[in-house]
């Protein structure tokens, strides 16, 4: 049964790694994958309520016996002093500390156990916990999850100290008469299984689950190991002070306040790893780690997660004219706006240049993600002032959406970057990712290597459909690519001629179209047939340099005039290099070989490319055309057209021609030559070639008798629409 993106999301979020694939055996912690991966519902609530019943029956045990709760006297002020010491320097401090518990509140909550037992150790730890937690604002619930953590962590310590035969209390104090290996076992396991039970919950209970831990985490495992020598060194000194000279404990606030900023620094240097360093943003690296957490949570909520990648336009002209220095205030103002418009719950990150992501934990739809990058657009497109100078930049911007597009961080980035460029391209601002236009999916890239097999091979075929002139005679034939491919069956010419443009492939299928039509050509030549072919190139081929002089080498190869080709282009070629498109079409048509405007009318200016444009031919889109007998507009269309056409002194070509009437009213507008199944679907060489002899009589020699043009709009060659091209 086929996978739903969402089922295959799962799959990536139960085994998937930010590095390393699923089933990598290169994985450094599998068992930890493996742990993080279990999904115990109800954790939290069952730990507290676990930690509540626990203190309840020890405190009451506590108090029906007749015992203390807190030491008094010097040793319980001392305590107290230092404890409140410590609160006061965490609070200060102010960081969040997501995974819990801090080195000085450990090593102070592990000396009381040693001295006095489970439960004025944990009331220090309630202490330094849920004070901390209550005085940072919203943060209850961690405060109360962290309290109970600290609280079964300290007891089961305790249970460690028991098995030794160790039942401290505020009565009798633990002292033991000498410092042997054995004491040194004993505080070793307590400290040992206190780390372990208060980390390993509240790693459970924050981390995702997508297996490996993030950079944060794999810091905070350092942390922890520094946090257990200072338990080790800090607390058995502790119960010696307390024990002989208590008025000394609030001395102790130095090293533990020490420790803490250590572990600090620890961590802040561990978050710079994951900081751009000029604007402050997150970058790359917690971006996908973020990302993964935000997709887990996601999946757990049945919900939906975008992200959104925006890139600025044209912002090297900046860097190259104002200098890099000035490129840097910009990015910092651009970063400051992202922060600004930001919606609440999103998250911002530079992935370096002028490149910035944005990340959606919770989406509603597609849509609702592409509104909020259009929003995000708007916001950098307003005026920017750097200096003095006001500058308007404009960003696009590329959005993916979990699971509708991806089930893992990495797959969501590459889709939201193909859906990016993709705006670009459109100049639209913003656009969705859709796989039909992706050719980096595991299905087109497949078929991406079987087209290019194919073309080594020689499997890829021309079919060759006729256009005729209203006197019956052939204009020529135009080469249209068909592949068969052995397991897929027919794939759609649009399907791989757009793999081909988007992956570099296109101008290895233009050699191989042009070499295949010109010795079609040449053949047919041998046999007394002179009919011209045309052939569409790609923008990106009429951008290559020395394209001109490579299709003038190919005629010259094959002993073929280069009136007996045509090549076929869309205005689309003046959108990315206009000097370079001229002066590559001027150097076609330099050789003799003729060109042809495809889609007409389907451009945005048309009108302004056909005056810049060196064609002798025009042909109408067949979106135009099908409606012609039947809409008043179209047939509007396609009159001012021809006559446009032929005030330039150009031949008109209709595409799509199906029936009876619509040749009828094309003839009576005054269109040169028609294409299309009424005339003959695209045949095969051989059928084409039958197909060209059962004409009456071979014919016209198209290519021997071409009038050359007098300008690059070929005014004042205006030919009767009833006489073919000759």
Known sequence: ?????????????????????????????????????????????????VAAVALGIGAHRVVSEGRALFPSGVAGWSFAVLTGIVVAHLVALGRDRWWGGTGSGAALTLAILLLYGWIPATLVSLAVVVLVGAARRHRWRQALRNGAVDMLGTGTAALCLAA???????????????????????????????????????????????????????????????????????????????????LLLPLFAVPLISLDFALWIARARAEEQLRDPLTGLANRQWLLERTWSALDEADRQGARSALVLIDLDRFRSVNDTLGHLAGDRLLLQIAERLRTALPRGAEVARLGGDEFAVLLPLADSPTSAQRVARMLVSALGSPLDLDGLTLELEASAGVAVFPDHAG?????????????????????????????????????????????????????????????????????????????????????????????????????????VLETALAQVARWRSQGLTVPVAVNVSPRDVHSPGFAGSVAARLARHGVPAGALQLEITEHVLLEDPQQAADTLAALTGHGVRMSLDDFG??????????????????????????????????????CTVDLAHSLGLLVVAEGVEDDETWERLRDLGCDAVQGWLVSAAMPPAEATSWLRARDGAPPAVERTAPALPGPRGRGARRSHGQPAR
């Open 408 to 512: 893992e961080a990495e797959g969501l980035l590459r889709r939201a970057d193909v859906a990016m460029y993709q705006a670009k391209r459109d100049r639209s601002g913003v656009e969705v990712y859709e796989a039909t236009r992706d050719g980096n999916t595991p299905d087109r890239l497949g078929l991406l290597g079987d087209l290019r097999r194919a073309l080594d091979a020689g499997e890829v075929e021309l079919h060759y459909q006729p256009k005729v002139s209203f006197d019956g005679s052939v204009s020529g034939l135009e080469a249209l690519v068909r592949w068969v491919h052995p397991d897929r069956g027919k794939v759609p010419p649009d399907e791989f001629i757009a793999i081909a443009e988007t992956s570099g492939l296109m101008p290895r299928l233009t050699d191989y």
């Open 164 to 246: 030794f035969g160790t039942h401290p209390s505020v009565e009798r104090p633990w002292g033991p008469a000498a410092w042997g290996p054995g004491t040194l076992a004993e505080i070793l396991l307590a400290a040992c299984a206190y780390l372990l039970v208060t980390r390993g919950l509240l790693w459970y209970g924050t981390l995702p689950r997508q297996g490996g831990l993030p950079t944060v985490a794999r810091t905070a495992l350092l942390r922890q190991g520094l946090v257990a020598v200072a338990l080790l060194g800090i607390s058995p000194l502790i119960v010696v002070v307390a024990t002989h000279m208590p």
């Open 602 to 639: 389907t451009g945005y200016s048309s009108l302004v490319h056909l005056r810049r444009l060196p064609v002798s031919e025009l042909k109408i889109d067949r979106s135009f055309v099908a409606r012609l007998a039947v809409d008043a507009e179209d047939a509007e269309i396609v009159r």
């Open 1 to 49: 049964m086929q996978q739903t993106p969402r089922d295959r999301g799962r799959q990536w979020l139960r085994h998937g790694h930010p590095q390393t694939p699923p089933g990598d055996s290169s994985d450094p912690a599998p068992w930890l994958q493996r742990l993080l991966s279990l999904k115990v519902p109800g954790l939290t609530r069952a730990v507290v309520a």
